[in-house]
């Protein structure tokens, strides 16, 4: 039974496409995140969502927009891909804001060709 | 500005000897540290964590030394097994705040 789930797990586009990557948690958490992990490995937090309401919006483009729908969801659309977007997206969840585990998705794989 | 630094990018050790993995962190502000492991294509998963009130913190085979004057933070394995053989991230965050820095990893090989 799988925690913290993304769609899809691998994702090729051309640039200038817009594309959407999926996540989903069966916790009951109420927070949520996106995290991106670059070509150096460096993971950062993109965003936050608690309750449904964004919490914490790191110094992303504009292009990237998360979406939640519900407490078990938090969707992510990026506009007009970019070659440097290519990275692995994370999705997380956790029970609290504090220092709650983050349970982490198995990732998506984004290639902007 | 890596905030966050672990500066071997990978380690091989021999099945039953001790892993020793190091973090380094510049923010004086970070008080609540956590390791976390990775296989290939799959999300990260907590390991152990630490709060700065403490200077260790044991589970299992895994423990955490935590030295504030010298912003180090180390994960010790003993002993090391075959199924340790991962990704290992340490993370740290400040004011009870759930936005982790992470480092950029270190990549362990327990040789049988």
């Known amino acids: 039974d799988t925690a913290v789930s993304q769609t899809p797990k691998y994702l090729v586009t051309q640039m200038g496409n817009d594309k959407s990557i999926k996540c989903e948690q069966n916790?009951?958490?109420?927070?949520m995140y996106w995290y991106k992990q670059d070509s150096k490995k460096f993971l950062k937090i993109m965003f936050s969502y608690n309750n449904k309401e964004l919490i914490i919006n790191e110094t992303v483009p504009n292009r990237f927009s998360p979406k939640s729908p519900d407490k078990a969801h938090l969707n992510l659309h990026i506009n007009s891909l970019e070659l440097g977007d290519s990275a692995v997206y994370f999705c997380a969840s956790s029970s609290g804001t504090g220092w709650e585990t983050q349970y982490f998705g198995p990732g998506t794989r984004l290639l902007v060709l | 500005d890596q905030q966050v630094k672990q500066n071997s990018p990978s380690l091989s050790v021999q099945e039953g000897r001790i892993s020793i993995l190091n973090c380094d962190y510049t923010?004086?502000?970070?008080?609540?540290f956590l390791w976390y492991k990775k296989y290939p294509a799959e999300g990260p998963t907590f390991l152990i964590s630490i709060s700065s009130i403490k200077d260790k913190n044991e589970d299992g085979r895994f423990t955490v030394f935590l030295n504030k004057s010298a912003k180090h933070l180390s994960l010790h394995i003993v002993p090391s097994q075959p199924g340790d053989s991962a990704v290992y991230f340490c993370a740290a965050s400040s004011d009870g705040t759930y936005k982790y820095i992470f480092g950029t990893g270190t990549r362990l090989k327990v040789l049988a």
């Open positions: 916790l009951g958490h109420d927070t």
């Open positions: 923010n004086s502000m970070f008080d609540y």
